[in-house]
């Protein structure tokens, strides 16, 4: 039985392959971040060998205290040696854990102590060996199934974290305007991601121009509402323990305005792209057809799947929120209540205008795709 026939990797993808793969090594190179002080000591993995819950205090489903523990330590020059370690509990039960024999912990130890008398901060359970394990299960699947294509779609992955950790994150704490830096990295994104998949082509150029004509339209939808709605932004998780960690001057509405579009930036790419790739097949199918009706083709391509589109920002959004609307039905909060709720109108805004911007790329799409693919070659 002869062997499937491979679709062949041309040269442009190699090229363009190698050419986000030097952004990616840039970009880990790059630190602008703000300078620190570094912090003594280090982070090292321990393994939690004894417990004593004695003072631990118990109030309804809260915990209060101190755990002390017995834990070995698993890496560095203090390998093997046994430490005495506090884990401390605030009644917080989103950030309290209660550490068992056998748990691996997290630990933070100076370079010159005393086993014998030194006592450790055990800050959380450790991880990284899981996150690891759970990234290489998703990057092996996505190269399986999806061969050299897989392994462009993991590579812009790594690229979009890149970005937004090496780029987004340090530029706002520099000062920089949240709204510009979030605009510019959808911008980049798009760039990147769009024309790797579809390479410098006219539907590579149609799908861009109309992923960020959507951007650009939902930003400005976001900044409107948001000041017409008096969101302030403290609303995002860690907002304010990030103005008093020595960021005063930041501004939380613009941070929670950028997060709006660059947060839907990735369903408003692929939606761009269904509908350039359409277009671009209904103009090779029918080489003379004008520009009139290559767009109404793009306008029918955008209604098909505009709806799913939206569906999917609002379960995405609302699920993060899932909770909270919990709370609010438990305790028979009125339909005035709710809705004027900072957090349930911030969740509102998120939502609507993440969905506005989705619903307005398809026809921008459209026009300017027709523009675009139905010039003629020289």
């Not at 709605?229 to 001057?249: C, D, H, R, T």
């Amino acid at each position: 039985m002869p062997g499937r026939k491979k679709l062949p990797v041309s040269r442009r993808d190699l090229v363009m392959f190698l050419v986000l793969a030097l952004l990616c090594a840039g970009l880990a190179c790059l630190d602008l971040f703000p300078k620190s002080d570094p912090q003594p000591g280090r982070k090292v993995r321990a393994r939690v060998v004894a417990v004593d819950n004695t003072d631990v205090e118990e109030f309804g489903l809260l915990k209060k205290g101190s755990q002390s523990l017995e834990v070995e330590i698993l890496g560095g020059r203090w390998k093997g040696q046994r430490f005495r370690a506090a884990n401390i509990l605030r009644a917080q039960m989103e950030l309290d854990k209660l550490f068992e024999a056998g748990d691996t912990v997290l630990v933070g130890i100076l370079d010159d102590v005393d086993p014998e008398t030194y006592t450790l901060n055990a800050q959380d359970h450790y991880r990284i060996g899981y996150t690891v394990i759970l990234f290489s299960l998703f990057a092996v699947l996505l190269a399986v199934f999806g061969r050299f294509t897989g392994i462009c779609a993991l590579l812009s992955f790594v690229f979009s974290c890149l970005v937004i950790w090496k780029l987004v994150i340090p530029l706002c704490l520099l000062g920089w305007n949240a709204l510009l830096v979030s605009f510019a990295a959808v911008t980049l994104l798009s760039a990147v991601i769009i024309f790797l998949v579809a390479g410098l082509t006219r539907k590579g150029a149609a799908a861009f121009s109309g992923a960020i004509a959507g951007v650009f339209a939902s930003s400005l939808l976001a900044y409107v509402f948001t000041h017409l709605f008096k969101i302030n932004g403290a609303v995002m998780p860690y907002s304010q323990s990030l103005l008093y960690s020595g960021y005063e001057f930041l501004s939380l509405s613009d941070i929670y305005i950028g997060a709006i579009f660059l947060s839907s930036s990735g369903a408003v790419m692929d939606l761009a792209m269904d509908v350039a790739a359409g277009m671009e097949e209904v103009r090779l199918k029918q080489p003379g057809i004008s520009r009139r009706e290559l767009m109404q083709s793009g306008l029918r391509i955008g209604r098909s799947v505009v709806g799913t589109m939206t569906t999917t920002l609002l379960l995405a959004y609302s699920g993060g929120y899932l909770t909270l609307m919990m709370t609010f039905a438990a305790q028979g909060t009125s339909p005035a209540d709710f809705i004027n709720n900072p957090y349930v109108a911030s969740e509102a805004v998120k939502t609507i205008i993440g969905s506005f911007g989705l619903v307005l790329v398809a026809p921008l799409t459209a026009a300017l795709g027709a523009a675009i693919l139905s010039r003629r070659s020289s």
